[in-house]
């Protein structure tokens, strides 16, 4: 359904940009219809530069994404494509305008895309829409946004995401800003679209809330791809010692962390090189251009041992 | 030792005061690390904040707060300066922006210590030391922050915070940016502050029960400025009683359970508004347990050793 060939995106920095910095460098993934992928990875991956690049909220430096057949990375009307790609952010408390009533999200959709709807009938899709993200729309509808909680306003968030023909949504780290004991419930309505027909990109840095939807999981580090595949395969049976690292390190509520160091990310890795070699334990001279290799059927990892 | 008897912070606003931190009590002992949980919102970080800098907004209502047996005078903000950093010391939230972006590290270390009265010459190799300890490297002395990655401007912060060996480390949030692995690295090396003997006593605020589990000694569960339930890592862990403490952590996803498996549920409904705040227990409207008694001040249960909830509900030895 979307498919990322060769994606990279570079930013110039240094002094006159000379030098350039790929927050994406060289990334390939495919996700198919009514699957969740999540995107793993720590601050500064490049995992929300990703969910830009296929929102097309900045261009590629070079590769290529694919939308059904339709190649979007230079597309110039992006009104179509929007209709069936939408994104939702970190931050749903920035998403609405403080002085405007919270259902003002939804007037614009339908005047940027479907000018011809009545309000009518528009008003009873957003109500449907709404009561079936397990909101009631008359407690939510004609409130200003700080009288909602941060809940709530993702919800509505997802419920305008909703309104048009959605096929994909990307989905930024949408839950940490949320209170722990509300954020699971947003999790289960990702699912139940999916159910539904829906696919979603899920960019988060927690591993338990990836295993906990995704069908399948990219972990990214440094904008490179270390490991990608059917989710239960790279959380049972990893491959790159970079996942191994971070599985190692969750803390869990029941178990008490190995002895097994953990190290600090250091400044960067030689050119050509896997991009994890300075933080390896199994770093040598013999990690110079790794490219993904096949561990088993849907499970890949860019590690010489493989 | 830290003794917390009472204490009130209260945020003054036009419309009246949003009771943040409201009667909460605790201590904290030599050598020990108390990890202090809660949700957005729940007043750990007013807590934290208040015990060191207490600055309008926040305004001191009440409460007495003893370290090593000295009561702090927080509410002073000019007597507070004889403690502050030499009896207790905090890494802040946003540590990799509490640099001076315009001075190279080393100066800015020596204007911050002789602003305090201390000739830095003095101290110079126990700061050499404590780079070492906390992993970097002598030559960031001579950089600018802008030159240091967030990890090592944040490591930088914990060696000026820990720099006089205070009785007390706050630290709020410190991991909450870090992937996984850096935050074990960096959750050890905090706990390494304690065992190393740099600092006596140590809280650790976080909203992931799962990282207090893995180094705190006790567990403080907040809940809309009130304590719910204090106790012991293991007994948290294993026996919550709490309902709220209960509700909260079978809400987490954990490696290992998937949707497909089962599906996890979270607490309905929302924490109430601090500013005028319900009467009685504040959890009420969220609890499945809820009883006309509910509408009191809940009472102090002991329900084991060390281990105590404010709830209605929870029996001794429960």
């Not at chain 2, 707060?65 to 939230?93: A, G, W, Y």
């Not at chain 2, 569960?221 to 079978?250: C, D, R």
Request: aromatic fraction near 8%; charged fraction near 25%.
């Amino acid at each position: 359904m979307l498919k990322a060939t060769n994606l990279s995106k570079a930013y110039s920095v240094g002094s006159l940009g000379r030098e350039k910095f790929y927050a994406v460098d060289n990334v390939n993934f495919e996700i198919q219809e009514r699957e969740i992928v999540s995107l793993i990875g720590e601050s500064g991956s490049g995992k929300t530069t990703i969910g830009k690049l296929i929102l097309r909220l900045t261009k590629p430096t070079s590769g290529k994404i694919v939308f059904n057949d339709l190649d979007i990375t230079m597309l110039k009307s992006l009104k179509e494509y929007y209709k069936h790609v939408q994104g939702i952010f970190q931050d749903p408390f920035s998403s609405y305008n403080p002085i405007f009533k919270v259902d003002r999200v939804f007037d614009m959709v339908r005047e940027e895309f479907y000018p011809s709807e009545s309000v009518n009938s528009w008003k009873e899709k957003v109500t449907g829409v709404i009561e079936s993200i397990g909101l009631n729309p008359k407690e939510v509808l004609g409130k200003f946004p700080h009288q909602l909680s941060g809940g709530q306003l993702q919800r509505l968030l997802i419920a305008r995401a909703l309104l048009m023909e959605t096929k994909f949504l990307v989905a930024d780290e949408i839950i940490s800003m949320l209170d722990a004991s509300t954020r699971i419930d947003i999790l289960n309505i990702l699912v139940k679209l999916k159910e539904r027909g829906l696919s979603v990109l899920f960019i988060t840095h927690d591993l338990s809330l990836g295993y906990y939807i995704s069908d399948k999981t990219v972990i990214l580090y440094r904008g490179s791809i270390m490991e990608y595949g059917d989710t239960e395969k790279i959380f049972n049976n990893s491959a790159h010692p970079y996942t191994k690292m971070l599985l190692n390190s969750i803390p869990s509520l029941h178990q008490k962390w190995s002895n097994t160091d953990a190290s600090l990310s250091g400044r960067s890795a030689p050119v050509g090189y896997c991009k994890f070699y300075d933080r390896c334990p199994l770093g040598d001279e013999r990690c110079k251009n790794i490219e993904l290799r096949k561990v088993e059927e849907n499970h890949f990892a860019a590690c010489k041992n493989v | 030792m830290l003794e917390v008897e009472g204490l009130k912070l209260y945020y003054k606003t036009l419309k009246g005061h949003v009771k943040a931190v409201d009667d909460v009590s605790f201590d904290v002992n030599d050598g020990e690390l108390l990890g202090l949980a809660g949700e957005s919102g729940c007043g750990k970080s007013t807590l934290g904040n208040g015990l060191i800098l207490l600055k309008p907004p926040m305004n001191y209502f009440g409460g007495m707060v003893q370290l090593d047996h000295t009561q702090l005078p927080i509410d002073d903000f000019e007597r507070m300066n004889d403690f502050r950093f030499s009896k207790l010391s905090i890494i802040p939230q946003y540590a990799m922006d509490a640099l001076n972006p315009t001075r190279k590290i080393g100066v800015y270390i020596r204007e911050v210590l002789q602003s305090r009265g201390i000739d830095p010459e003095s101290i110079m190799d126990k700061l050499l030391e404590r780079l070492k300890f906390v992993n970097l490297p002598e030559r960031v002395l001579k950089m600018y922050p802008i030159e240091l990655s967030g990890g090592m401007k944040q490591r930088m912060v914990m060696v000026m915070s820990t720099l006089l060996n205070p009785s007390l480390l706050i630290a709020d949030e410190v991991t909450s940016a870090l992937d996984v692995s850096s935050q074990k690295a960096v959750c050890l090396m905090i706990k390494g502050f304690k065992d190393a003997g740099i600092v006596k006593s140590l809280i650790f605020i976080t909203h992931d029960i799962s990282v207090l589990y893995q180094i705190a000694d006790r567990i403080m569960i907040m809940y809309a400025g009130k304590v719910a339930e204090i106790g012991k890592t293991q007994q948290i862990a294993s026996n919550p009683v709490h309902p709220y403490t209960k509700m909260l952590m079978f809400s987490l996803p954990e490696v290992g359970i998937r949707y497909a498996h089962g599906i996890l549920s979270g607490i309905p409904g929302q924490p109430p508004q601090l500013l005028n705040p319900p009467t009685g227990c504040l959890f009420k409207e969220r609890c499945p347990l809820r009883g006309k008694e509910c509408d009191e001040e809940p009472p102090v249960v002991n329900v084991e050793e060390g281990h105590i909830a404010y709830c209605w509900k929870v029996t001794q030895n429960a």
